[in-house]
């Protein structure tokens, strides 16, 4: 299972990924990898992750996050934060704290 969640607060936007391993898996998750693609309109450079490991290429514009084995039922969570790359504007937030569908 994977639930993804991205908030809007102010200038950041805030990602947020958990994996979670089905409960009647016959064996543990491993070799896995989150990969988030970052849009232009987010500046990569003010990136903060959550975990450590994790590593942001300018160049492609993605984020990686290696995922340690996850057991049955178990999760794990990933999460970023950015600034709009043109706050104030036209596209970049100040719409206050909500939730993005």
Do not use: C, H
């Amino acid at each position: 299972l994977v639930q993804s969640r991205v908030r809007n607060a102010g200038q950041y936007i805030r990602v947020g990924i958990k994996l979670r391993a089905n409960p009647s898996n016959a064996s543990t998750l491993t070799n896995m990898a989150v990969i988030m693609a970052v849009p232009p309109s987010m500046n990569g450079d003010t990136v903060k992750l959550s975990k450590k490991g994790a590593v942001w290429d300018s160049l492609k514009r993605i984020i990686v996050w290696p995922v340690q084995p996850i057991k049955n039922g178990e999760s794990e969570e990933v999460q970023a934060q950015f600034e709009f790359e043109e706050y104030g504007g036209g596209g970049g937030g100040g719409e206050g704290n909500r939730d993005i569908p």
